[in-house]
Each structure stands twice: as structure tokens, then as C-alpha cells.
């Protein structure tokens, strides 16, 4: 069975700076997607990135980039300029790849706060 | 609507009584999913609908959990004799068939409090 683990309960960040958030999932099969979303206090979940595994290019999204390593299955987001609205609690997700999709796995989360 | 809707928002009830919460799924998306959310945890797995498939009950955590998806749309996920473990917050999503790498949508959860 998949698994997905996020090593960091709580992360802090200055506003401005840069942080990287880590995610690593253990998988058999060659073929999946990863996602990370981020949910604020509203408790909406939103997705803020997503990584086919047979691309070795990272994703991008603006201020959002991930850096997929897949041989060491890691999945890590580094968001950059932090903002005071990027705090929230993060979630690394995984689906297998297949036309019945299949379940979407989730890592406990990281907390991240930034800090004025 | 746009999105997708679950109903109550919050739910109080007693242990020991049963209850019932509601998702509508965005329109026209096949697969359907509910997970529960812990006070501070991650997303734990309940069940998977997909289409006219069996569902995956594989994440319910006992037979007092029980969940179905009417003509394809809106899922009800129902706990009976609630205990105070249930305490979460229950979050539904769902996302189209056919594209694995679609993101899925989710609603904004019902909290349910037993007390």
C-alpha cells in the first residue's frame, strides 16, 4: 500500500523569505500523481500544485515549486516571498496513476506560520 | 452550485444517536470521495465511489460507518450510535473520471461533535 509522510508537524517563515516543505511517499508502482494542497482556517482544502511522476521537469506555479526527486521518492514544495496568507495547514498527496484514479493519500500535514 | 456543497456545516449530537451528512459533488463528476479530519490531523481515508463501480469501503473504521451515493450524485456518509471518538471534521471531494491528474475538489466539511 501507498504511503505519504510529511517529517514536519510545524514550520515557521519570515515574510519574504523562502521555505521548503518536505514530503516523501513510498510507492511500487512507476506511473502516479503527486499534489500538494493547502488548507486554511476555513477548512477549504485548495490545491496549490501538482506533478505528473513521468515528467522530470518540477511543477511551477508562480510563487510555488516543487522539487520531485523520484528515485528517492521525494516531493518536496518551496514556496517562495511567503506571504502572511500562505499560512496554513499542508497537505503531499498521491493518487495512482489509471483510468479508475483511485484513492487520493494524504501525509499528516505541516502547519506553516509566517511571521510579519 | 459551482463547487462542492456539503450540509450540515456543524452538527452537534449525542452520543449514542445516529447521523447523517450530505454531499452534493460538483455536476457531472464521477468519482466521490469522504475523508475525516481529526483535530489536527491529517486526512484519513473513509470511502471512494467512482462512478457505477463498487465503492472502496476500505478506510471505514467500523460497521457503524455506512455511506452511498444516489443515481451517481449526491453521497450521504451516516454514523450510527455515535460515539465521541467520531469527533471530526468530515470532508467530501470529488473529481472527473478519466483524468488521474485532475485535482480534487473539496467541500468545506461538516463538524460533527458528539457529546
Known amino acids: 500500500a501507498q504511503t505519504v509522510t510529511q517529517s514536519q508537524p510545524e514550520m515557521s517563515v519570515q515574510e519574504a523569505e523562502t521555505v521548503t516543505l518536505s514530503c516523501t511517499y513510498d510507492?511500487?508502482?512507476?506511473?502516479?500523481?503527486l499534489f500538494w494542497y493547502k488548507q486554511p482556517p476555513s477548512r477549504q482544502m485548495i490545491l496549490v500544485i501538482r506533478?505528473?511522476?513521468?515528467?522530470?521537469q518540477n511543477a511551477t506555479e508562480n510563487r510555488f515549486s516543487v522539487n520531485f526527486q523520484k528515485a528517492a521518492k521525494s516531493f518536496s514544495l518551496k514556496i517562495s516571498d511567503s506571504q502572511l496568507g500562505d499560512a496554513a495547514m499542508y497537505f503531499c498527496?498521491?493518487?495512482?496513476?489509471?483510468?479508475?484514479?483511485?484513492?487520493?493519500?494524504f501525509g499528516k500535514g505541516t502547519k506553516l506560520s509566517v511571521k510579519p | 452550485g459551482a463547487g462542492v456543497s456539503q450540509s450540515p456545516s456543524n452538527k452537534v449530537t449525542e452520543k449514542g444517536k445516529d447521523v447523517e451528512l450530505r454531499c452534493d459533488p460538483i455536476?457531472?463528476?464521477?468519482?466521490l470521495y469522504w475523508y475525516r479530519q481529526s483535530l489536527g490531523q491529517g486526512l484519513e481515508f473513509l470511502i471512494y465511489?467512482?462512478?457505477?463501480?463498487?465503492?472502496?469501503k476500505s478506510g471505514l473504521p467500523s460497521d457503524r460507518f455506512s455511506a452511498e451515493r444516489t443515481g451517481g450524485s449526491v453521497s450521504t456518509l451516516t454514523i450510527q450510535r455515535t460515539q465521541q471518538e467520531d469527533s471530526a471534521v468530515y470532508l467530501c471531494?470529488?473529481?472527473?473520471?478519466?483524468?488521474?491528474?485532475?485535482?480534487?475538489?473539496f467541500g468545506q466539511g461538516t463538524r460533527l461533535t458528539v457529546v
Open positions: 465511489f467512482q462512478g457505477n463501480s463498487a465503492p472502496d
Open positions: 455536476s457531472g463528476h464521477t468519482a
Open positions: 471531494a470529488s473529481s472527473p473520471r478519466g483524468v488521474a491528474n485532475t485535482e480534487a475538489f
Open positions: 506533478q505528473e511522476a513521468y515528467k522530470q
Open positions: 498527496a498521491y493518487r495512482n496513476y489509471g483510468g479508475s484514479q483511485g484513492n487520493l493519500i
Open positions: 510507492t511500487s508502482e512507476s506511473d502516479y500523481y
